[in-house]
Nanobody, 115 residues
């Protein structure tokens, strides 16, 4: 059974930083592509960043230059470093296996950015 546990969310002032973690178990993590998504109130869930098994990344235009995705295969963990946070980054953030197949969602972690 694949499990994903997100952590690291919280309340931060605009301009601040947070690092989210997603611990993954029940799969060969190093062979999986991973993605970070977010869902703001009243909005659809959107892909923020993704990372392939080899380490190449894609970042959404809305967060490019501010967010970085990385992975530690030894710890079966994917990270999302978020800098220069804005109030519009407020959302629940989720991780998900994106390759070779889309997996289930974790429980999410709330990020709230105050102005």
């Amino acid at each position: 059974q694949v499990q994903l546990v997100e952590s690291g969310g919280g309340l931060v002032q605009a301009g601040g930083s947070l690092r989210l973690s997603c611990a993954v178990s029940g799969t060969i993590f190093s062979a999986n592509g991973m993605g970070w998504y977010r869902q703001a109130p009243g909005k659809q869930r959107e892909l923020v960043a993704s990372i392939r098994p080899g380490g190449s990344t894609n970042i959404a235009d809305s967060v490019k230059g501010r967010f970085t995705i990385s992975r530690d295969n030894a710890k079966n963990t994917v990270y999302l470093q978020m800098n220069s946070l804005k109030p519009e980054d407020t959302a629940v953030y989720y991780c998900r296996i994106t390759w070779p197949v889309f997996g289930s969602w974790g429980q999410g972690t709330q990020v709230t950015v105050s102005s």
